[in-house]
Each structure stands twice: as C-alpha cells, then as structure tokens.
C-alpha cells in the first residue's frame, strides 16, 4: 500500500496539540532559545512567528488539512520552521532524507503524494530537477529557501486551522533497509543505473556486474550458495560449582560478608 513504507507519528494524540504547544511557548517563554545552528538561533516567540508564517504561506497557496507536504533539508532553523509549520497548517510534515539517491528521492516524493515541497538551497535543485524530468508528478508547488520562500511566508499569526486531536502531523520514512526504494536498490544489478549510489562499486576485482547489489554486500560476495556449516559440534560443556557465603551482621558497627566459589 502506499502508507506501508512509512511510519506515522500521531503527534495530536495528548493533552495538547502542536499548535496549543507552540501558543503557549510563545506566550510563557518568549525570549528562551528555543533552535540554534551554525546561521543563528530563534526564542520561541521567533520561531513560533515563523512557523506560523510558514503555515498561513501554505494555506495561501491551497494546502488543506490532510494534505502531504515534503520537507527536504538538513538540520537547523529551516527544518524546524518548516516542519511545525506544515503541522500548524493541518497538513502531514514528510522529511525527506537528504542523503537519498535520485531513485530513493522520487519514491518518497510520489509515495507520500506531496503537493508542496520546502527546500533549503544546498537540495532544492535536486527535486527541481526531478521535477523538470516528471519524476515528481504530484508536486505543484516548489518553495526553496532564500528570497522567494521569504516571499512564500505569510502573516506572523495564528493560522486559526482546527485540528482534530486524532489527525496525523508527521509521516517518517525509515532510514534502514526496509523502504521500497532500498530494496529496489538491493535487487538491482550493481551495473545498473538502479543500483544508485552502488553502480558499479564492487566489492572486488572480476565480481559480475550482473550480480545484486545485495550480494556485494554480503561477508564473503563471491559465493552466492553451498555456504553451510561442516562438521557440526558434537561436543559438550558442563559447568559444575558449589558456592558458600558467609555474612556477619551487624557488630560492633562493621558488617563483613565473605563468599567463594569452586
């Protein structure tokens, strides 16, 4: 199924919901630092003013509760804006990975049927490009970080969204082997352009392009069957003791305790 991939993260389901979180904080602790990376850092009441210009910016172009919206950065001011932002508009935060492959990267973007993508510029151009090759079909709207997503953000104020405590906000992607673009990728001939990041890196010398990627990756690649274990144990291991402890209470306000074992 399209969602069988993905982990959702019910984030309503407390006493609060995101946006009464984010009300409170900039009510109650306004000048705390509440992000910080290597650009700068925001207080709560700057980065809730964000993201809710981050969520009336969303509504504005057509994003309605329930709707996907992908978010592809790294760590920092943008990630966290742009994530709270989406939830404060009612709409499903999907982070994508930046260290996906162009395949893994366009299986994310059209499983979770983002309209909107956010981006910061260092991997903007990489859904822009899927974009301009059709790889990304359901994407109406691209938003890269710099002058036009200033442009994007709307008014510093409440969204005025009702969401239900029952709404998802958040869709994760696992970061393993078990996601549908891993294992294509694992199935691929590592000769093959499938293969993504390990076309062509073999394990050694002569290993058969045609081979899987998943094969390169195994302990010994160069057998693929007949590996079992030859002359099973037929020994035993018998481990006998007797152990003895000895305590002395209490006396003269020392208490010793001795134990052996052979």
């Given at each position: ?9 019910y984030s309503w ?151 239900s405590e029952g ?57 693929s069957s007949g ?36």
């Amino acid at each position: 199924s399209a969602v069988s991939d993905r982990l959702f993260v019910y984030s309503w389901a407390g006493v609060l919901t995101i946006l009464e979180v984010l009300r409170r904080n900039r009510t109650r602790r306004p000048l705390v630092p509440a992000v910080v990376d290597e650009s700068g850092r925001l207080n709560h009441r700057q980065l809730v003013d964000r993201a809710w210009g981050v969520a009336n910016g969303l509504i504005a172009i057509g994003v309605r509760p329930g709707d996907t919206v992908g978010i592809l950065c790294g760590n920092g001011i943008f990630s966290a804006e742009s994530i709270l932002g989406a939830m404060a508009a009612g709409a499903i935060a999907v982070p994508l990975s930046w260290r996906w492959s162009r395949l893994e990267l366009e299986h994310g973007l059209n499983d979770s049927r983002a309209r909107v993508v956010l981006a910061d510029r260092e991997f903007g151009p990489a859904v822009q490009e899927l974009i301009g090759d059709g790889g990304a079909l359901a994407v109406s709207h691209l938003v890269v970080e710099g002058p036009a997503y200033e442009s994007f953000i709307g008014p510093a104020s409440w969204p005025g969204v009702a969401v239900s405590e029952g709404a998802p906000a958040l869709s994760l992607y696992p970061g393993g082997t078990t996601g549908a673009a891993d294992r294509a990728i694992l199935r691929a001939t590592i000769g093959a352009a499938a293969a993504g990041r390990f076309q062509n890196k073999l394990p050694y010398g002569g290993f058969p392009l045609g081979s899987t990627v998943a094969q390169s990756l195994r302990p010994f690649p160069q057998f693929s069957s007949g590996l079992g274990a030859l002359w099973a144990p037929q020994g035993r291991t018998w481990y006998d003791s007797l152990q003895a402890k000895v305590t002395q209470r209490v006396w003269h306000g020392l208490e010793a305790q001795y134990a052996f074992t052979w």
